[in-house]
């Protein structure tokens, strides 16, 4: 009876102690869960911080070019070619700091690239050289400015709208 008390007891120590065990290898897995979340938002905070320049020029060529033509659909050519900067509300530093924008009429889109901002046709025109929209390897290469060429139709005249973007935008240092 004695023999037979002891094996009950080694059976009931084993089945507490097997509980505990799993406890400590749940706990063990939910710790290195937790360890792995903290250390991956460290290298995540770290890399954002640290990074490389921002890629805006893309965006920054597309919105330029919609509000020149914003501009042009609600204002007109005419009231452009006298003040455009201050017609469409677009700072002229927009322009110095890396951006062009011209406005062909009634041109292809080879000719609107090409031609110089006195040329018959070009309606309105920043300086600069607009040849970069045609390079073929200038879409995958990122020193190339990007450019977004629209096309409007305002009554019988076709418009093109070519702006381009070379602006590099970097982390300003604290």
């Known amino acids: 009876m004695i023999r037979q008390n002891k094996m009950k007891l080694n059976k009931i120590s084993l089945k507490s102690n097997r509980k505990g065990v799993l406890g400590?290898?749940?706990?063990?897995s939910v710790f290195f869960f937790i360890i792995l979340i903290i250390g991956g938002g460290i290298v995540g905070g770290v890399l954002i911080f640290y990074g490389g320049e921002y890629e805006f020029k893309g965006v920054e060529a597309e919105v330029l070019s919609y509000s020149v033509k914003t501009c042009l659909v609600e204002k007109g050519v005419d009231e452009l070619k006298n003040d455009f900067y201050g017609v469409?509300?677009?700072?002229?530093e927009v322009f110095l700091r890396g951006n062009k924008a011209r406005i062909c009429k009634d041109i292809s889109e080879d000719g609107c690239l090409e031609a110089r901002s006195t040329d018959s046709g070009v309606?309105?025109?920043t300086d600069g050289d607009f040849v970069i929209c045609r390079l073929e390897g200038a879409e995958e290469n990122e020193d190339y400015g990007k450019c977004d060429i629209e096309e409007i139709r305002l009554g019988d005249e076709k418009y093109l709208i070519v702006s381009i973007s070379e602006r590099e935008i970097k982390k300003e240092q604290a």
């Open 88 to 92: 469409c509300k677009i700072n002229e």
């Open 123 to 125: 309606e309105f025109s």
């Open 24 to 28: 400590d290898a749940t706990m063990f």
